[in-house]
């Protein structure tokens, strides 16, 4: 078994016509992030999770931000390529838990269709929860959003 850890930030994105888009979920009337790809911090704290796990790096490393071919990737796509890395290193993702930050807008409603999306890509139930930090820092003044991941793989027999 090994247990991976991951963490992403990305910062609230003044350009109105940016989609916010997290655990692979759109959510309407919310301000975009600024990325390279689309953004979803949640998808990319599993990606990373994932591939520490199977001590395969980060995503920078397979998926780097100054490759123009990745410009607005989907992070569908991006967790469809490290669940390949991972399984091609001999793993499998027994389970997979993830937690979002952000202060605004409100995800509650969106968490069951996070659930879905990701379990369905992934093939075994991925956690979604939200958080907020209560007004602290960064994050608490809505200037961006985070999420931590934590993953359990199993080895491939």
Known sequence: MRI????????VSDDPSR????????IPGAPGLVGHSDADA??????????????????????????PSLAGVSSRR????????VRSAGFGVTSA????????PKLAPYMP???QELTL????TVSVKATTTEGLG????????????????????
């Open 97 to 104: 838990d993830i937690t979002i930050i952000a202060e605004q």
């Open 78 to 85: 991006l967790l469809e390529e490290t669940l390949l890395l």
């Open 19 to 26: 989609v916010l888009r997290l655990a692979l979920v759109e």
């Open 113 to 115: 269709a996070m659930s």
């Open 138 to 157: 960064a994050l608490g003044r809505v200037e961006g959003v985070g999420a931590t991941a934590v993953v359990l793989l199993e080895e491939i027999q």
């Open 4 to 11: 991976g850890h991951g963490i992403d930030v990305h910062r």
């Open 121 to 124: 890509v992934v093939g075994t």
């Open 42 to 67: 949640a998808t990319h704290a599993l990606c990373d999770a994932l591939l520490g796990a199977a001590n395969l790096g980060d995503l920078g490393r397979h998926f780097p931000d100054d490759d």
